[in-house]
């Protein structure tokens, strides 16, 4: 969908498709459930699993209220840890609790039996390489689930959580298939879509000189999340997104250094500081060590950067210094940060929406972007902090206005 170009930047209110989001009205999809099938890591409390899935099988407050307007007929979980969650709920609820990804698909019936599949690779005991990555497998998920698809000849819209890999290659393979095969393919994180702080969303074809994303935790798991948030924001700048020349990621003092030489700014972090909550002191005394930065290089000469402020924040953001707007803008990220998780519901709906028609909310590319600077910044990491060309990383896509951010803090149907 497309819309002429804005001047202003555009603060949204609960109109239109936001509806979907924002929790104003009990049902997108009135009288209608989409059969669909969870494959998952594991399934234990808190996990990404019980934060999705759960809102499916006992309703967006996960309380036995309303929910989506989707039916779980089969669970897969590739873990059975002790304080598993998956085999109580799948009797609760009447759900097939499965061997294998084959029979979660076709319900042991011989034939294709669900109409969306979602792909939780997040959480479990797995291991990780020398670069530190966690090697989910989602592409082995992603795999059988397209293996199965093809035997029967039914290609149905799936989705997968976060990153779509540790790997770029198997991420790039998994796109390309996606999109040979037709099946509407949808990933990433909850940060695009959470509410935000203030609600900011920049207006088509803006001229950024600078953004910032903010972020916290592990560099991998919570990096990516940090990606996102940025990637969500600056996909929006004038001709759309065209890739990443390069990348490259500081610790510690190397960091500020390169602050100091104005490869980042502390005046645009300083300014986004003023709406994300913080620790009260100095940013480089809190962070210490502990922190990092990811420079990223666009090819269209964007300058974009994430800084993971470990020890003075422990919420994501972003900042952008906007060409003709005198001062630069910011919004907080702002999650749930208790049992249910409702900014896993703001994803959730829009997976629904894509679920019950066929079409992906936002392009998958946005995911196969961050998916890309992720690895990246890993290998970067490992190397000393040495500067990466990323030819590969020539990525284009022209972002989507649906789904945008809810408007609304954590407000569910009811």
């Known amino acids: 969908m497309s819309h002429p170009v804005s001047r202003r930047l555009f603060w949204p209110q609960s109109v239109g498709a936001a509806a979907?989001?924002?929790?104003?009205?009990?049902?997108?999809?009135?009288?209608?459930?989409?059969?669909?099938?969870?494959?998952?890591?594991v399934y234990t409390k808190d996990s990404h699993a019980d934060g999705y899935v759960g809102k499916v099988l006992e309703g967006w407050q996960q309380d036995g209220g309303k929910g989506p307007d989707l039916k779980l007929m089969s669970l897969y979980a590739d873990q059975v840890p002790k304080n598993?969650?998956?085999?109580?709920?799948a009797k609760k609820?009447?759900?097939?609790?499965?061997?294998?990804?084959?029979?979660?698909?076709?319900?042991?019936?011989?034939?294709?039996?669900?109409?969306?599949?979602?792909?939780?690779?997040?959480?479990?005991?797995?291991?990780?390489?020398?670069?530190?990555?966690?090697?989910?497998?989602?592409?082995?998920?992603?795999?059988?689930?397209?293996?199965?698809?093809?035997?029967?000849?039914?290609f149905v819209p799936l989705f997968n959580d976060k990153h779509l890999s540790w790997s770029w290659d198997e991420a790039q393979e998994m796109v390309e298939t996606a999109h040979e095969l037709g099946i509407p393919f949808m990933a990433g994180s909850s940060i695009p879509v959470t509410w935000r702080k203030p609600g900011l969303v920049l207006p088509r074809g803006c001229q950024i000189e600078e953004a910032i994303g903010l972020g916290y935790g592990e560099l991998e798991g919570y990096?990516?999340?940090?990606?996102?948030?940025?990637?969500?924001?600056?996909?929006?700048?004038?001709?759309?997104?065209?890739g990443v020349r390069s990348v490259q990621a500081l610790q510690g003092e190397a960091m500020w250094k390169a602050a100091r030489e104005g490869r980042w700014s502390t005046d645009l972090l300083e300014a986004a500081l003023k709406v994300v909550p913080h620790k009260k002191g100095d940013v480089k005394t809190n962070v210490g060590n502990n922190g990092a930065v990811f420079l990223v290089d666009y090819r269209d000469g964007t300058r974009g950067?994430?800084?993971?402020?470990?020890?003075?924040?422990?919420?994501?953001?972003?900042?952008?210094?906007?060409?003709?707007?005198?001062?630069?803008?910011?919004?907080?990220?702002?999650?749930?940060?208790?049992h249910p998780w409702e900014h896993h519901a703001n994803l959730l709906r829009a997976v629904e929406q894509m679920f019950h028609s066929g079409k992906p909310g936002y392009p998958v590319e946005r995911t196969l972007l961050t998916t890309g600077i992720q690895q990246v910044v890993m290998q970067s990491l490992a190397g000393g902090g040495r500067r990466i060309a990323t030819p590969h990383l020539a990525v284009k896509y022209t972002p989507s206005d649906y789904p945008p951010p809810a408007t609304k803090p954590f407000a569910s149907p009811t």
């Open 305 to 338: 950067s994430v800084a993971m402020l470990n020890g003075h924040i422990g919420q994501f953001g972003f900042v952008a210094k906007l060409r003709g707007v005198a001062d630069p803008v910011a919004c907080w990220f702002v999650l749930q940060e208790e």
């Open 84 to 89: 598993d969650l998956s085999l109580a709920l």
């Open 223 to 242: 990096g990516i999340h940090t990606l996102e948030g940025l990637q969500c924001m600056v996909e929006r700048r004038q001709g759309g997104e065209t």
């Open 20 to 41: 979907l989001l924002s929790g104003n009205s009990s049902s997108a999809f009135p009288g209608e459930s989409q059969r669909i099938a969870a494959i998952v890591t």
């Open 93 to 154: 609820h009447d759900v097939l609790h499965t061997r294998n990804i084959e029979q979660a698909l076709t319900l042991g019936t011989g034939n294709f039996a669900v109409e969306g599949v979602l792909s939780m690779g997040e959480h479990g005991d797995y291991p990780r390489n020398k670069l530190g990555q966690l090697l989910y497998p989602r592409k082995r998920f992603f795999d059988e689930i397209v293996k199965v698809m093809q035997r029967h000849r039914r």
